[in-house]
Every structure is written in structure tokens, then in C-alpha cells.
């Protein structure tokens, strides 16, 4: 059952990306993940939130306000988006029904089989049903990605749901920098080291 009320830990927020799924997208970064793959370059993320979390019908706002003319969806990334998957569950059941064309997708480092067996985070199944795009299985730092939107060869990218409209292979570029209200640097997409180092050395 998803979980309507349930807060969010948010990481960061980014209003349009084109590295983080095909098209122009709204990214939702979670905090908090325990998979802890070596080398992943979100360690920031990974510490649980300690904040009282974001409500869900804050964020539908947010999402909603963040959309262009040429925004095609929604990403979830992080931290793990399925360690918060019933009140990320809750927040896209209500975002369907403001934005139900909207292209869903999420990053996750677990592996489908896992999502859906016994052993599942509670609320994958959900979150699961919710989404047209999946990206799983944990980062390998030593088997770096040679197709768009995966960070090591292991990953896969599923299409739950509805395909999307452009080329799966139409990647825009490989990462983007972004400079959050605050004055904060945000990385995103899947930068080598040089610039994960120059990131860093601004934050």
C-alpha cells in the first residue's frame, strides 16, 4: 500500500536535466542508502536524512511547477530511491493525476529480481507499478558503463511501463553541473574522476 502522507528525505532537487533519463526531466535525488557499492560517486547521499523529510504534496507542487513546454518526466535517483519506495510511491500516484503523461523512471541499485521478491524494500512493488523506466543493479566502479544512463556494464534499463518517446540510446551528455538556490553545487548524470575531484574542491 503506498503511503500518501509519508515524509521524503530529499538530497537534492533538479528542475531540468537531460543526463538523467531520455528527454528533458525533472530530477528528485532521496537521501539515505545502506548498499554502500564501492566508488560510487552519490556517497554524499548515502547518510539516512536527518531532517523531519519533505510531504509528498510539497513535491508534487514542486515537480509541477519545475515543467517546461519540453519537460517529459520525472526521475528518482540518489541514495536509493527504493529505500523511501512507499512515500515515493505515494508521490507518484498523486503526480499521475496531475501530470498522467508524464514518463516515470528511477535509478536503483538493486536488481529487478529483487524489487520483486520476498525480500523487497517495503512499498517496491508499488513504486514498481508507478514507473515506465528502471535502471538496476549496484555500481561496479571496476566495470564502468558503455551505454547511456548506466554507470557500470552490470546495470540494466527496463522498460516497465510506457516507452519512451525518444531513442533509448539518445543521450544528451554525460553530466551536468547544477547550482542549487543555495548556492550549492550539485553533480549529476556520470562524470569521470577529474570532474567529480573539481566538483568537490567548489563544494
Known amino acids: 500500500m ?17 543526463v538523467n533519463g531520455p528527454g528533458l526531466r525533472v530530477v ?13 560517486f552519490n556517497a554524499a547521499t548515502h547518510p539516512p536524512g536527518g531532517d523531519a523529510g519533505t510531504p509528498p504534496e510539497d513535491l508534487v507542487g514542486r515537480v509541477l511547477a519545475a515543467r517546461g513546454p519540453d519537460t517529459v518526466g520525472l526521475t528518482f535517483s540518489g541514495g536509493e530511491p527504493f529505500q523511501q519506495a512507499r512515500a515515493l510511491a505515494g508521490l507518484a500516484r498523486r503526480l499521475r493525476d496531475e501530470w498522467p503523461d508524464a514518463s516515470l523512471m528511477a535509478f536503483s541499485g ?34 564502468p558503463g558503455n551505454r547511456p544512463w548506466r554507470g557500470s556494464r552490470n546495470q540494466r534499463l527496463w522498460v516497465l511501463g510506457r516507452p519512451p518517446q525518444l531513442e533509448l540510446d539518445d543521450a544528451r551528455g554525460a553530466a551536468e553541473i547544477h547550482v542549487t538556490p543555495e548556492g ?16 568537490t574542491s567548489l563544494s
Do not use: K, M
Open 184 to 199: 550549492g553545487v550539485l553533480l549529476s548524470g556520470f562524470p569521470d574522476a577529474r570532474l567529480r575531484r573539481l566538483v
Open 110 to 143: 538493486y536488481r529487478l529480481d529483487e524489487l520483486r521478491g520476498a525480500a523487497a524494500p517495503p512499498g517496491a512493488a508499488d513504486l514498481l507499478s508507478a514507473l515506465d523506466l528502471l535502471v538496476d543493479g549496484r555500481f561496479e566502479a571496476r566495470r
Open 2 to 18: 503506498t503511503a500518501l502522507n509519508e515524509r521524503i528525505h530529499l538530497a537534492g532537487f533538479a528542475p531540468a536535466s537531460r
Open 28 to 40: 528528485l535525488w532521496v537521501q539515505g542508502c545502506d548498499l554502500a557499492c564501492p566508488g560510487c
